[in-house]
């Protein structure tokens, strides 16, 4: 599991080590050294500090899809679109939780704020945010002027997906590549984030010190991947009441990709988490 934006895929164009710069794309709690526990009567969990930042509350899946396929793309469309209306449902307010404009971070979030050398390969490395938000309005504005009245709205019609391609290609290949087995997630406090396939709602989003991403645990119910007994000694193990994690993988959140926790506030709920 890599911890540097490495996991989102698009990352495999040969031209993008001419981007390479000595600073990685995301650094979530780089400001704080990390520690690695471990448990002396227990050899299958592995403790870090850090802290959980926010619980996933609405996930929207791409559990299959081919991007060479028309049905691919579509079905990426249509994450979106329901991505887009879940949060406009949610951003009742005029501010983010960041306090920056809610369009504006959505906007970023589904470019993961540009980070990634592939996108900036397609796009251009430098992007303000404003410039983000133009785009997805125009992309967003010209799926919905091309989806006939004998659609659904929450269905994208071949029409434009061909529209899509031809007026904003840049854009849609991006946006379908940074979706790709990946899952959008909106959290109860109303951040937005792109996450692992099968991150799903009632997943916590902790951030280990030292790294890189947030990651997306899943707390492990009663002794599910601990032994009753440890093999080595048949002795039962003392800490099996311990509140333990498996990790579902890493993510990008908006608003926690670059040593916010640092702050007092998020270092006040510094806590341990044990994985399996």
Known sequence: MKADGSNFPG????????????????LS???????????????????????????????????????????????????????RNAFSSRATTNSYPTGEDPKLAFARCMLLDNRLMAGQLILGRTISPEAMLKMWEDWYECLVDNNGPSHSNM????????????????????????SNRRTYIIT????TGIGPRFAEAGDAICIFDGARTPFILRKVSGNELVPDELPETGRKDPDLDRERWKIIGDCYLHGFMNNEVVDSEWQEKRRRFWLV
């Not at 990352?11 to 995301?26: A, I, M, N, S, V």
């Not at 269905?155 to 940074?178: D, G, P, Q």
């Not at 109860?188 to 951040?191: L, M, N, T």
């Open 11 to 26: 990352r495999h164009y040969g031209e993008e080590r001419k981007f390479l710069d000595t600073e990685p794309p995301f």
């Open 29 to 83: 709690a780089t400001k704080l050294s990390p520690k690695v526990y471990f448990e002396n009567s227990n050899t299958y969990s592995v403790g870090f500090d850090g802290v959980c930042v926010d619980m996933v509350d609405i996930s929207i899946s791409l559990t299959e899809i081919s991007l060479d396929s028309t049905l691919g793309a579509q079905r990426v469309v249509k994450s979106v679109q329901l991505f």
């Open 155 to 178: 269905e994208c019609s071949t029409v434009a997906l061909k529209a899509l391609r031809e007026k904003h290609w840049a854009y849609t290949i991006v946006i379908l590549n940074i």
């Open 188 to 191: 109860k406090s109303g951040y």
